[in-house]
């Protein structure tokens, strides 16, 4: 079985959980921006956890199945449109899990809310790994290349539970938290009066800033429109300080690391962050807040809420 793309939108891009170990290579982990949104789908079309999505940016995607298949899509909240051989149309929501004749096609809309949608199908989209993975690492240019219109994805095999043993919903398909549902879309709290709040993990350079540091991240500040899967840059209500002296050498770099370099304008990397880094990591986001941030539309406010330890 296989997906034929129509159209590819603004990017689509084939992720799975990323290709974790090789730093001393020079590759970073990379893999899904949204874990949760992806993890949802695989798990709602009984599909392998560490099989390959479609991560689609702004929606544009449209694919057509040559033999029944089932699918979901999660993440960005927004339309899906389904048109079977009949060409009868059908708009389906995000989290819906849906059962296509050989022939349909589907298509993303743009969405309403968040930034990437992600396209599973029963079985995982079955490309050539590089390194362990099947993800495209924007920075590196490692990994499947990104997918344009005629490309012909192969679908997998990997399907686990229930599912291996020929389940499967209704035609009319069901929902597994449809809109607004708790994995389905991209505001999975942290969400205050229209505010999104990212929890951080202290360290490991936060005895290079001052206490005021941390009242500037607690501080509404916005999303700037540099943004990707290396990194987002916030825009803060204003510099964050650090102490005089405050350099270090270049150091491991992880996802969710908020790096704060000479200007005070916060920088935290995503999925395909470097290797390394020479500004100093203040803190480093929750799995969850780092999922959040990977959905944030430019304009968003946005504030670091400090997690505070025991020894606090």
Avoid: K, N
Avoid at 143 to 168: K, M, Y
């Amino acid at each position: 079985m296989s997906l034929l793309v129509l159209r590819a939108g603004p990017s689509a891009l084939i992720q799975d959980l990323g290709r974790p170990g090789h730093a001393s290579l020079g590759v970073t982990a990379s893999g899904v921006a949204d874990r949760a949104a992806a993890a949802t789908a695989l798990r709602a079309v009984g599909t392998d956890p560490a099989a390959a999505v479609l991560e689609v940016l702004l929606g544009g995607l449209t694919v057509m199945t040559d033999a029944p298949a089932v699918v979901v899509v999660t993440g960005a909240v927004g339309v899906v449109v389904v048109v079977p051989p009949t060409g009868s149309r059908r708009i389906a929501a995000t989290g819906e899990v849906l059962r296509l004749e050989a022939g349909s096609t589907l298509a993303i809309g743009r969405p309403d809310a968040g930034l990437r949608g992600y396209l599973a199908v029963r079985g995982g989209i079955d490309v050539p790994e590089v390194l362990g993975s099947r993800s495209r690492d924007t920075l590196a240019a490692l990994g499947p290349a990104p997918v344009v219109a005629g490309d012909l994805l192969e679908i997998g095999d990997r399907v686990v539970g229930p599912w291996a043993e020929g389940w499967h919903p209704a035609a009319t398909g069901s929902g597994i938290g449809g809109v607004g549902g708790p994995a389905a879309g991209p505001a999975r709290g942290g969400v205050r009066g229209g505010r999104v709040e990212l929890d951080v993990i202290p360290g490991p350079r936060d005895d290079l800033f001052p206490a005021e540091a941390w009242d500037v991240l607690a501080t509404t500040g916005h999303v700037s429109g540099h943004a990707d899967r290396v990194g987002v840059r916030i825009d803060p209500a204003r510099p964050v300080p650090r102490l005089p002296g405050g350099e270090i050498p270049s150091e491991g770099m992880v996802r969710g690391a908020v790096q704060i370099p000479a200007d005070g304008a916060p920088v935290v990397f995503g999925p395909d962050h470097p290797v390394t880094g020479g500004y100093p990591v203040i803190g480093v986001l929750t799995a969850r807040s780092a999922d959040t941030v990977s959905q944030l539309l430019p304009g968003t406010p946005v504030r670091f809420r400090r997690l505070r330890g025991p020894a606090d």
